[in-house]
C-alpha cells in the first residue's frame, strides 16, 4: 500500500508542477476581461478543470482501494465503514427532501428547472450537512482525545 501512496504522490506532484507552469507561462489568459465562455473554452480553465477532474477520479479510486484492502485485512473496520456509508445515504436523501426543484439560471443563461434543479441542490446540502457533521465529529474526537491523554 505504500507503493501507492507514492505513486499518487508522484502523479499529484507532477500535475501540480505542470499546472505551476502552465499558467506561468500564458500571461494573462484567465484574465477578468474575458466573457464567460471565452474563459471557459480558454486552454487555461480547460486544464484547470481536465486536472480537477482527474485529481478527484485518482483520488476517490484510491479511497475506494485503501478502504477495501482495509476492510479485508481488518475486518473489525467494517463497522466503521458502515456508519460512514450511513452517513453518506442520510446526507444524500436530507439533500434530496431539502433540494427544491425551482428554476436555476449559470452564468451562460440557460436555467435548470425540475430533476436537475433538485439534484443540483442535493448536490449542495449534502455536501454542507457532511461538512458539518465531519466538522462535529472532528471536534468531538479532538476533545475526546485530550480527556483521554
Not at 5 to 31: H, R
Not at 42 to 68: E, G, H, W
Not at 120 to 141: K, N, R
Request: glycine residues 10%; proline residues 2%; positive net charge.
Amino acid at each position: 500500500m505504500k507503493g501507492i501512496g507514492k505513486i499518487l504522490l508522484y502523479i499529484f506532484a507532477a500535475l501540480a508542477i505542470i499546472g505551476f507552469i502552465w499558467v506561468l507561462f500564458t500571461p494573462g489568459s484567465a484574465s477578468a476581461d474575458l466573457d464567460k465562455r471565452e474563459w471557459v473554452a480558454n486552454p487555461l480553465t480547460t486544464y484547470m478543470i481536465i486536472v480537477s477532474l482527474i485529481t478527484f477520479v485518482l483520488t476517490l479510486l484510491a479511497f475506494a482501494y485503501f478502504k477495501v484492502v482495509d476492510l479485508f485485512k481488518h475486518p473489525s473496520h467494517m463497522r466503521e465503514a458502515i456508519w460512514v456509508l450511513g452517513a453518506i445515504l442520510v446526507s444524500v436523501i436530507i439533500g434530496f427532501v431539502l433540494g427544491g426543484s425551482d428554476e436555476i439560471a449559470n452564468n451562460f443563461g440557460e436555467s435548470y428547472a425540475g430533476t436537475k434543479s433538485r439534484l443540483i441542490g442535493m448536490g449542495i446540502i449534502s455536501t454542507g450537512v457532511l461538512l458539518f457533521v465531519g466538522t462535529i465529529f472532528l471536534i468531538w474526537d479532538t476533545v475526546k482525545g485530550f480527556i483521554k491523554a
